[in-house]
């Protein structure tokens, strides 16, 4: 039985929708997609692309090209490529979490997501500050943000927070769930028995021995110690601005960054059409694309599919290893060019 994932197109007026509509063109010997999306959006996507589309009912078998099981979660309003409307975005809430709660109720094995804009979320009068954070609460558990591509992979120890909030939320218990959460996906995901994870200072320097900044001395060095003492190789706390040179990068298998725009930069600058977002901690996979709803590009057939084509096949690979209790080593994310 091959793996079935939920997909979710994600924003309606973005690009979500073409790229779900040509990662259906051929069809996957990994696993059944059925998609959380509004039938007619998936439509209008495959009209402008001029590409097939047949939506199935949850029950049928994709078979040929253009075939899509489609679960329908209307919007509220019509849609047009490049033009959000605040009244949908309970259905893109409704989406996500109906695709969640198909995996937590064992019907599906995994999610993939697609771009969502949280400006038009909040506008529409939900409190959203991420779908990460969204499928988190949901299945009640403490779970940790990750991308990667094949370059490099990055876990964050906070993630959507505006910035004057990260030094309060580095907090030792924090910490330590992060790295804990990261030791194990690296072992178990990613088949690395002694995986070496680099953990990057706070303040500028990992902090000049608290010349520029006490955290490191008083939170991050601590905990790393003890750590350690339990047989984790960890590598810190390092000064972010070289911690990310080529010539340091190979001997990490994973980098824990403080907060979202201390890591990330450097991983979409090296490799962004193929990036994936990994959530670490949930009891089923979610890997989501690693960029926005790029509304500008919506509806034109010239959006890069390369992520969504990542995270599909990565997710599949990971449910099928859960499902078969054989989770030693998941090929393509296992090991970085670098090495």
Partial sequence: MLPQLALVPGEPAGIGPELCVRLVQQPRSDCRLLAFADPDVLQAAASALNLPLQ????????????????????NAAPSTFGI???????????????AGQACLSGVLDG?????????????????????????ADQAGVRVVMMLANDIVRVALATTHLPLRAVPDAITGARLEHTLRTVHAAMRTLFGLPNPRIAVLGLNPHAGED???????LDVIIPLLDRLRSEGMTLIGPLPADTAFLPGQLIGFDAVLAMYHDQGLPVLKYSGFEHAVNLTLGLPYPRVAVDHGTALALAGRGIADPSSLLAATALCARLAAARAMSDVATVPGLATPATR
């Fill in 111 to 135: 999610v993939v997501t697609g771009p969502v804009h949280k400006a038009v979320i909040n506008d529409g009068g939900i409190a959203y500050s991420g779908t990460t954070e969204l499928l």
């Fill in 210 to 216: 608290g010349h520029l900044g006490r955290e490191e």
């Fill in 55 to 74: 939506l199935l009912p949850e029950s049928a078998h994709a078979r040929a090209p253009g075939d899509l099981r489609v679960r329908p979660v209307p």
């Fill in 84 to 98: 959000t409307r605040p009244a949908n975005a309970r259905a893109v809430i409704d989406a996500l979490l109906g």
